[in-house]
């Protein structure tokens, strides 16, 4: 079964940048992946931020953006906020098995 | 504007079935797909299964193959998501998010279900 890693955690100073992975255990990460990205709050619905690697939906920030970086999916942050402390989770397509989340990479804002 | 309504919290015993609904307004139903996903306590995202709205072509999770069935009532513009063999492990948030074309954008409020004897 595929198994899709992210950082544990990363810690961002406000005004700082930081970029997040998401790699699939079958191999590198393309667009054929689908890759979407979330956001999620304590005690909140995931929200959505991210979709086919670098498209960015109407409510996200100008700060967040997509890409695929060596054979990984990747999420930046730039000029990162103090609301952007979260736990982000990636998501990954594959024709065999449908959909698989990452593990998850809790953001926090020092 | 896009809406999904879910059903209420549900307590169950180990053994039993749940089943869980969203309910679809504002848009036209039979053109997304919807999703079940689902988070344990402490624990991370995990997707369960979809269904094409419109044609009914569903494809589940690997780790979930046998216990969950999704459905979908198209003159009511609900989908249920259906959970048998309930066990301690199945204790979770399950939400419903809409998709298409590898688009995920809105969800629903999430459903609390608790298994415990």
Same mark, same amino acid.
């Given at each position: 079964?595929?198994?899709?890693?992210?950082?544990?955690?990363?810690?961002?100073?406000?005004?700082?940048?930081?970029?997040? $992975?998401?790699?699939?255990?079958?191999?590198?990460?393309?667009?054929?992946?689908?890759?979407?990205?979330?956001?999620?709050?304590?005690?909140?619905?995931?929200?959505?931020?991210? %979709?086919?690697?670098?498209?960015?939906?109407?409510? $996200?920030?100008?700060?967040?953006?997509?890409?695929?970086?060596?054979?990984?999916?990747?999420?930046?942050?730039?000029?990162?906020?103090?609301?952007?402390?979260?736990?982000? /989770?990636?998501?990954? /397509?594959?024709?065999? $098995?449908?959909?698989?989340?990452?593990?998850?990479?809790?953001?926090?804002?020092? | 504007?896009?809406?999904?309504?879910?059903?209420?919290?549900?307590?169950?015993?180990?053994?039993?079935?749940? +089943?869980?609904?969203?309910?679809?307004?504002? %848009?036209?139903?039979?053109? /997304?797909?919807?999703?079940?996903?689902?988070?344990?306590?402490?624990?991370?995202?995990?997707?369960?299964?979809?269904?094409?709205?419109?044609?009914?072509?569903?494809?589940?999770?690997?780790?979930?193959?046998?216990?969950?069935?999704?459905? +979908?009532?198209?003159?009511?513009?609900?989908? /249920?998501?259906?959970?048998?063999?309930?066990?301690?492990?199945?204790?979770?948030? %399950?939400?419903?998010? +809409?998709? +298409?074309?590898?688009?995920?954008?809105?969800?629903?409020?999430?459903?609390?279900? $608790?298994?415990?004897?």
């Amino acid at each position: 079964q595929t198994v899709v890693t992210q950082e544990p955690s990363v810690t961002v100073s406000p005004g700082g940048t930081v970029i997040l $992975t998401c790699a699939s255990s079958t191999g590198a990460v393309t667009s054929g992946h689908r890759p979407n990205w979330f956001q999620q709050k304590p005690g909140q619905a995931p929200r959505p931020l991210i %979709y086919s690697t670098s498209n960015k939906h109407s409510w $996200t920030p100008a700060r967040f953006s997509g890409s695929l970086l060596g054979g990984k999916a990747a999420l930046t942050l730039s000029g990162v906020q103090p609301e952007d402390e979260a736990e982000y /989770y990636c998501l990954l /397509y594959s024709s065999g $098995t449908g959909y698989v989340f990452g593990t998850g990479t809790k953001v926090t804002v020092l | 504007q896009v809406q999904f309504v879910q059903s209420g919290a549900e307590v169950k015993k180990p053994g039993a079935a749940v +089943r869980v609904s969203c309910r679809a307004s504002g %848009y036209t139903f039979k053109t /997304y797909a919807i999703h079940w996903l689902r988070q344990a306590p402490g624990q991370r995202l995990e997707w369960m299964g979809w269904i094409n709205a419109g044609n009914g072509d569903i494809k589940y999770s690997q780790n979930l193959q046998g216990r969950v069935i999704i459905t +979908r009532d198209t003159s009511a513009n609900t989908v /249920y998501m259906e959970l048998s063999g309930l066990r301690s492990e199945d204790t979770a948030m %399950y939400y419903c998010v +809409r998709e +298409r074309a590898g688009t995920f954008d809105y969800g629903g409020q999430g459903t609390l279900v $608790t298994v415990s004897s």
